[in-house]
């Protein structure tokens, strides 16, 4: 009886995991109606409460540090992106505030920054960053529009070990983002 409770349990986690890591890196779909901004994000990930700046967060359930979150912040009534600068010169801004954010050891590198303007007339930011910080180098990639007078920023965050395995994936979560 022990045994075959025990080869259940290992079946049923078995299961988990591999819906966890899913078939091939797939995304499903997050709408936050209120906000106005949708995106995807990895399947077998969860939404977790964070305090404090972002909008949102989902994570990995076995890679913890791995995430997408949305932060939304207010911006000087009636500027939009190209008031704030260019693609560099807004990474630049905001690698400025990562590292202020992860302390003083911490560095922060803005590797590419690009504008990608849609068919509907919305002009989005695409940054790609490398952080040194006290725990390991991260990758971040970074999506920002400014609507109605805020701030949109949509990040992807993985330390750099596990760069290379998730990278498409999390090019195709930044890519999804999309402010109403």
């Known amino acids: 009886m022990l045994k ?19 078939s091939g890196g797939g995304l499903q779909a997050y709408a936050d109606t209120y906000s106005g901004y949708e995106f995807f994000y990895p399947t077998g990930w969860v939404e977790v409460k964070v305090p404090g700046a972002a909008d ?17 912040s207010e911006v000087p009534e009636g500027k939009d992106l190209d008031d704030l600068g260019t693609p560099t010169e807004v990474g630049y801004k905001l ?6 954010l992860s302390g003083d050891t911490s560095r922060v590198d803005l ?5 990608i303007d849609t068919a ?19 990758h971040n990639l970074a999506s920002a529009i400014v609507r109605r007078g805020k701030l949109y920023t949509f990040n992807a965050s993985t330390d750099d070990v596990r760069w290379e395995k ?4 999390m090019k195709q979560s930044v890519a999804s983002f999309k402010v109403a």
Not at 4 to 22: K, M, P
Not at 95 to 100: I, L, N, Q, R
Not at 120 to 138: H, M
Request: glycine letters at 2%; one cysteine or more.
């Open 95 to 100: 690698s400025k505030s990562f590292s202020a």
């Open 166 to 169: 998730v990278k498409d994936m």
């Open 56 to 72: 949102v967060v989902f994570h990995d359930f076995i890679h913890e540090t791995e995430n997408v979150s949305v932060v939304i």
């Open 4 to 22: 075959r409770l025990a080869t259940v349990l290992l079946i049923v986690f078995a299961a988990t995991l591999q819906s966890c890591v899913g």
């Open 120 to 138: 509907d007339n919305k002009t989005y930011y695409i940054l790609e960053y490398l952080a040194d910080l006290p725990a390991g180098p991260r």
């Open 111 to 115: 590797l590419s920054a690009q504008r």
